[in-house]
């Protein structure tokens, strides 16, 4: 069970959520809460986890804090950019959240610690492929018992469609 949401109390701002990763659409989830944030007086959090995975080869060939690393720094790279779109569109600092481990589990912890996370906005995919992995798996089959709203910004929206709604 989730940590009850505090967004409105005093002392507390409402968080909007956004997981960068290197999806073309991750532009458009960070521009719509990036501009409703400002809009609604919210704050926003950009949000990225990696996960560096056969850990028993790594450790073997010692190359598991080589490759660690460069995770981190690409992860810390998105979320620079976006960081510095979301001052340019909006005018507001984001809060940047690095996390190591599997993206939807890394997601819900940091939902459970932050009170204050009401709202998680994930873009959704334009290709063939579908929506996305991570939009499958988060509002997918699980999404009538995730803990807070979810909002899916369609990849394909223009910035001046989603001013409209934000």
Partial sequence: MSAKRKSFEPGH???FLV???ET???DRAVYYAARRAARTGGKLVLFAAVTVGGQDVQQMFGVGDLMREEAREEAESRLDHFAARARNLAGIDPERVFREGAKAEEILKFIDEDED???????????????????ASIAGAGSGTFPIPITLVPGHLKDEELDAMA
């Fill in 13 to 15: 701002l409402r968080k």
């Fill in 24 to 26: 073309p659409e991750c």
């Fill in 117 to 135: 996370i009401a709202i998680l906005v994930l873009a959704a995919g334009t290709g063939k492929e579908g929506p996305g992995p991570l939009v």
């Fill in 19 to 21: 997981v960068v990763d």
